[in-house]
């Protein structure tokens, strides 16, 4: 697995992860608009959480060129420590039940 297809497996996995949630605590009628997207840089690829149809949102993660994943310090650089890596990991033990990156514990 190349880390094209890593990254694009891990916002399936958010995506999955945010759906179950919103469900569960929203409701199944509820109208959910949010959608994760990769956006792949020199350094780093972002994983970015979008809403109501935008092409931006907040930094969700950022992902290395080994697959190791970090979670956002701010919109252009990630936290110090690795929370996981993408050929390493399974991503539902990354991920906590919101689809967010697990802290550190």
Not at 65 to 89: E, I
Request: hydrophobic share 30%; net charge positive; aromatic share 10%.
């Amino acid at each position: 697995m190349d880390l094209q297809e890593a990254v694009t497996n891990f916002v399936q996995a958010c995506q999955d992860r945010h759906q179950a949630w919103v469900k569960e605590s929203m409701g199944k009628d509820y109208k959910d608009t949010t959608v994760f997207r990769s956006k792949i840089g020199k350094r780093w690829t972002k994983i970015i959480c979008c809403q109501n149809g935008s092409e931006t949102g907040s930094v969700h993660a950022f992902i290395d060129t080994n697959g190791d994943a970090y979670k956002p310090a701010s919109w252009q650089a990630p936290a110090k420590h690795v929370r996981g890596n993408l050929f390493k990991h399974e991503h539902g033990n990354m991920l906590d039940s919101y689809g967010n990156l697990s802290w550190i514990r």
